[in-house]
Structure formats: C-alpha cells, structure tokens
C-alpha cells in the first residue's frame, strides 16, 4: 500500500505542521442498530424544526454509512424525511419496546446499539411528548438499558442525548464503575445547564454530526463539539462517561463505506484580530481563514456583556436560542483575510465576539472567540451651590 500526502497549500508546510492520517477498511453495510428519538414540547415550541432537523440529519448520517432501514427506529411526529423511514411517534412505550424488545436481534457486544435523543429537557425529564404528559426519566432510561443488557451481555452502546440538563441522565461515578464497560454516554451540556440551538439545529450536534461525518471517533466528535462550544457558549458544559476515561469512545467510529467526507475538510480560522478605535465603542475585526475549497462566508456574533442575549425559551420548553448582534466579514486586499467594522458597542464590561466561516460544501469552521473590554461609565452626582 502506498500513502501519499499532498499539500492543498503548497505554502503551508514544514517540520511544524500536523497531519492527520486514517487508514479504514471499507464496508458495504453497517452491524448495529441505532435509536433516534426528537422530542416534542408544544405544537406551537418555535425550536420544535430544530430538533427535527438535527434528529434529520442523524437518520440521514448512519444511512449513509450502511445502516438499512430496518437498523434504525426513529420516532418522531414531525419527520424531515420520507414518512416510510419513521417507525412511530415519541412515547415512553415505543421507546422501551425499541431498546428492550426489537434491538434486541441486531446488537451485541461487536455489533453496537447508538441511542440519540434531541429534546427539550427539565432537572428531572426528558420532554417525549409534554401535551400528553408524556416523559422520560433518568431510572426509566437506567432500567431500559439494564433489561438490555440481560438479554445480551456484554451489548456495545453509545447513548447520547442533546437536551437541557442532558448531564442529568449520566450515571454517577459509582454507579459507571459497576457497569459493563461497553456503555458510554455523552450529554450535550451538564445537569445544571441549559442546552443552546442554533439558528436552524442544535449547537452541541451540529458540530457532533459534521465530525462524525468526517470520519472521526465517536471521542472525536465530541471533542470538536466542545472546543466549539468553549468558544460560543463557555457555560454549557458537554459531559462523557465511560469507564475508560474516553478510552472507549476513543475506538468507536461509524462504519465507512466510502461515503464519508474524508478529503473535504472544513475551513480553519487561523487568527482573529480586534483593533479599537479613537471613537469608544467602535474598531475593527480581521480574521485570516484557509480552506482547501472556497470559503463562501465569514462573520461574526457579537454578544453583550452579562447576556445570553437568548429568547425563544418557554417554560416547557428549555433549549435557548441566541440572538446576537451579526456582521458579515468581507475579503480584503490579500488571499484569506475578512474583516469587518463594529460600532455602538456602549455598554461596560466584556464583550464576547465569535467568528465563524463556511465553506462551498456547507462545512462550518470551528468558531474562534475573542473578549473585548469596554470600561463601565461612572457617573458622579450632580453637586450645585
């Protein structure tokens, strides 16, 4: 076999620059079966297309990568895809007769069950259905698992799920060291936090997705959800447990079957540069981004200080959509430089501007963030004689 290596950059080489290599062996099908589950809070919940895109778009990866239709159950009422792929609606009892009952032909210890949940979520439940007071807990998904597990020792699964306060439906430490060590589970925020959308999915998985489809590990692909969490949304926390400190999540990858985006990668911001001017609260953002394509669009959210800057949230209805001031990034004069001017930004105290950048084939740059300071205004009273 031989491996050769090309620069897309001919420019950007040298003993200081990192490759990464995969070498895969080929599959026509996938082993396996995968649970995929969009929640629902109200018929009027304005992030309800959210959650069916992402859940969508999870349907859509592992068909790609061999799984047939009879592999997977999606439960859903409000489906993305063909009717014929949705094997019934979000409750409580579909969901167990799916992980107790019809996995149970399909998956073992070599042969993987991946359940993915996207849903609105409180301290206590996972909303399935909550017009029809319908739920899900942390014990019901624990004794679910555990009547799996009974049935076939030793089974492989990955659960993850996207939701607020998903980290609530992580085992404990004690409880991850009693178990089989094929289990790992991966929460999109902690038990404590709030989950964010984005404007037309979820944060968490939309970054997730985008890496599994690349080809990376399962441990990867949350790897690179959280970097770009840290950037944008440093207080939502993602979480994985396995009883391998990541080890386990480490060596589980989809199956490739050749259609895996292994040679388009996405664009790389390199720099981000914030210069001020003499006029306070104006100045300027510059951003040097590469790509081995055409990066199509450069921008970047600028978010107030001691703001989520969110709206959408319900009561029954805890995924949080921001809405940050956006400006466009325009080319300047020299190859992969954007830049755009800011003003008005009056308030004291640190302003959070992210840059983002996409590519010609849709894929999205990992965000890189930057702190403006703007010192508070002192007033002093008004003393007259």
Known sequence: MLVQLNNANTGVSGGNVAYDLA?????????GAVIVVAGQSRADDPLQANIDQVTGQVYALFARRGYRAEQIVYLTQNPPIS????????????LEAAMTSWVVPYVDAQNPLTIYLVAHGTADRLYLDRENDIWLTPTDLERWL?????QQPGVAMTVIIDAS?????????????????????MSSTSANQAAYASPDGVFFSDYFIAALDQGRSFYGAFQQALWALQAVYPEQLPQLHDVASGEIAQQRTLPDTGSADLEQWPPTITTVILSSTDDPGSGLIQAEVRDDGNVTRVWSEIYVPDSS????????????????????????ATENQYQV???????????RIVVYAIDEHGRQARPVARILQRPWSLFLPLVQR
Do not use: C, K, W
Request: proline share 5%; aromatic share 6%.
């Open 23 to 31: 070498v895969r062996t080929l599959s026509s099908s996938a082993n």
């Open 83 to 94: 009717h014929d792929d949705v094997d019934g609606a979000p409750t409580t009892a579909n």
């Open 146 to 150: 555990s009547q799996l597990e009974a």
């Open 165 to 185: 306060y998903a980290g609530r439906f992580l085992p404990s430490a004690s409880q991850l060291l009693s178990d089989d060590t094929n289990r790992v589970f």
């Open 309 to 332: 800057n969110a709206t959408g949230a319900m009561p029954d209805a805890t995924l949080i959509q921001a809405e940050p001031m956006t400006l466009t990034l325009n080319a300047g």
């Open 341 to 351: 001017a800011f003003s008005d930004l009056q308030q004291g105290g640190d302003y």
